[in-house]
């Protein structure tokens, strides 16, 4: 079972950035590890984007261009850089690896 544990998040204005943080342990990269976000109001954590085994890394179209997942494995963690911020980012934002086992989640805001 992973264990997660993120930081970082906020609160900015839109065109603004944000790199949340996420420190991992017991996990084997099989699956690599995907950032999600759930939105206010909605249940359900949409993929935001993963980074693979080998470092290769896939974005859903909201985020291409705009986000980047980087790991530093020496630290056992995982970053999601966010750029040029929309109001529609705001959400909580997780790491997991498999979507069973969940960081504790980051809040984002976005407003002007």
């Known amino acids: 079972q992973a264990q997660l544990v993120q930081s970082g998040g906020g609160s900015v204005q839109p065109g603004g950035s944000l790199t949340l943080a996420c420190v991992h342990s017991g996990h084997d990269w099989a699956s690599g590890m995907g950032w999600y976000r759930q939105a206010p109001g909605k249940v359900e954590r949409e993929l935001v984007g993963?980074?693979?085994?080998?470092?290769?890394?896939h974005f859903a179209a909201f985020a291409k261009g705009r986000f980047n997942i980087s790991r530093d494995d020496a630290k056992n963690t995982v970053y999601l850089q966010m750029n040029a911020l929309e109001i529609s980012d705001t959400g909580v934002y997780y790491c997991s690896p498999d979507r069973r086992d969940w960081g504790q989640g980051t809040q984002v805001t976005v407003s002007s």
């Open positions: 993963v980074i693979t085994r080998s470092g290769s890394t």
